[in-house]
C-alpha cells in the first residue's frame, strides 16, 4: 500500500511563494520517479513538474520554469515544489504522484502523461490572489 499526502498548500499574494510537500508512505520511494501536477476548476489535470528516482533528472511545464523548483528527499520519503513568484493562473488543486517502475530513458518521454503514475495524493488546494 502506498499513500501520498500533500501539505503546504493555502492562499498567497501575486509575487508570493509557497513550498508544497508530499510525504510517501512505504518503503521503496527511493525506487520511483515522482510528479506534480495540478487541476484548476473546469480545466484538464495538466502536468507541472517531475523528478527521477534518483533527484538527477528534472522537468517542468514551460509555464512554471524559473520559477517552480522540485526536490525530493529519499531519506525523509519526501518531495516538495517550491513555488516563487506565484500567478493568480497558478491557483489549482496541485497533485503528488509516484510513477510506475520505469527506467529513466522510458521517463524521460512519459513524465509529463498522467498515464505514467499510479498512486496520486489527494491534492492541495493553492489559491493565489490578485
Known amino acids: 500500500q502506498v499513500q501520498l499526502v500533500e501539505s503546504g498548500g493555502g492562499l498567497v499574494q501575486a509575487g508570493g511563494s509557497l513550498r508544497l510537500s508530499c510525504a510517501a508512505s512505504?518503503?521503496?520511494?527511493?525506487?520511483?520517479?515522482m510528479g506534480w501536477f495540478r487541476q484548476a476548476p473546469g480545466k484538464e489535470r495538466d502536468f507541472v513538474a517531475a523528478?527521477?528516482?534518483?533527484?538527477?533528472?528534472?522537468y517542468y511545464a514551460d509555464s512554471v520554469k524559473g520559477r517552480f523548483t522540485i526536490s525530493r528527499d529519499n531519506a525523509k520519503s519526501t518531495v516538495y515544489l517550491q513555488m516563487n513568484s506565484l500567478k493568480p493562473e497558478d491557483t489549482a488543486v496541485y497533485y503528488c504522484?509516484?510513477?510506475?517502475?520505469?527506467?529513466?530513458?522510458?521517463?524521460?518521454?512519459?513524465?509529463?502523461?498522467?498515464?505514467?503514475?499510479?498512486?496520486w495524493g489527494q491534492g492541495t488546494q493553492v489559491t493565489v490572489s490578485s
Open positions: 523528478i527521477s528516482w534518483s533527484g538527477g533528472v528534472v
Open positions: 512505504g518503503r521503496t520511494f527511493s525506487s520511483y520517479h
Open positions: 504522484a509516484r510513477s510506475f517502475a520505469m527506467s529513466i530513458s522510458a521517463y524521460r518521454g512519459s513524465y509529463h502523461r498522467m498515464g505514467s503514475y499510479d498512486y
